[in-house]
């Protein structure tokens, strides 16, 4: 069955220091989110990106983080200058399509510490 | 207005019994009310999901309620076993738009 995938599982990174997560998406699907959950609190939606270009985003995706497609396969999500409070864990989502009820299906996430 | 309120936050239940998590929302632009399902290490899965032009949707031992006038909906798990432990989600997604709002979740424990 395809799956969502993300590397690396974790990152350790110092504050002030630029990462970049990477997911690869399921082969067919044409819409691609990420998420994020900090310990113990509930999943939160950062963006939603279609066409090369971002949906939706939420308040949390300030200038401080990005996305892009660079081929063909994989969706990254950049995170500048790193802060403590972006510790957590990342979740990479893909859809086939855009309607409501289009399952979004979530990868395993990339826990992301920062010291 | 875009919370969705779940509760509780922790369930424990006896193998066998009925596992029962609610859900409240406010904003009636929500088109769409899954639940997902995630096990510690791994993404949350879809588990079961409603629209609102229905009051319940039944799939196994997971049942969904809806209550469209008191902006309500829960789920369900008959017949609960150990490998529901889990943590429960419930959402919500609005009609125009892509993002999914998540409740604070649910951590549910099956004794044996």
């Known amino acids: 069955e395809p799956e969502v995938t993300q590397t690396p599982s974790h990152q350790v990174t110092q504050m002030g220091q630029e990462v970049i997560l990477r997911c690869v998406p399921i082969?067919?699907?044409?819409?691609f989110y990420w998420y994020r959950q900090i310990l113990g609190q509930k999943v939160e939606f950062l963006v939603s990106?279609?066409?090369?270009?971002?949906?939706?985003k939420s308040e949390i995706f300030d200038d401080q983080f990005s996305v892009e497609r660079p081929d063909g396969s994989n969706f990254t999500l950049k995170i500048r200058s790193t802060k403590l409070e972006d510790s957590a864990m990342y979740f990479c989502?893909?859809?086939?399509?855009?309607?409501?009820?289009?399952?979004?299906?979530f990868g395993p996430g990339t826990r992301l510490t920062v010291l | 207005q875009q919370q969705v309120k779940q509760s509780p936050q922790s369930l424990i239940v006896q193998k066998g019994g009925i596992s029962i998590i609610n859900c409240a929302y406010e904003?009636?632009?929500?088109?769409?009310f899954p639940w997902y399902q995630q096990f510690p290490g791994k993404g949350p899965a879809l588990l079961i999901a409603?629209?609102?032009?229905?009051s319940e949707k039944k799939e196994g031992r997971f049942t969904i309620s809806f209550n469209k006038s008191a902006k309500q909906f829960s789920l369900h798990i008959m017949d609960s076993q150990p490998g529901d432990s889990a943590t429960y989600f419930c959402?919500?997604?609005?009609?125009?738009?892509?993002?999914?709002?998540f409740g604070g979740g649910t951590r549910l424990m099956v004794k044996p």
């Open positions: 082969s067919n699907h044409l819409y």
């Open positions: 959402a919500a997604r609005r009609n125009a738009g892509n993002m999914l709002t």
């Open positions: 990106f279609y066409n090369n270009e971002i949906s939706e």
């Open positions: 989502a893909s859809s086939f399509g855009g309607r409501v009820d289009n399952e979004q299906f």
């Open positions: 904003n009636t632009a929500f088109d769409y």
């Open positions: 409603i629209r609102p032009d229905v």
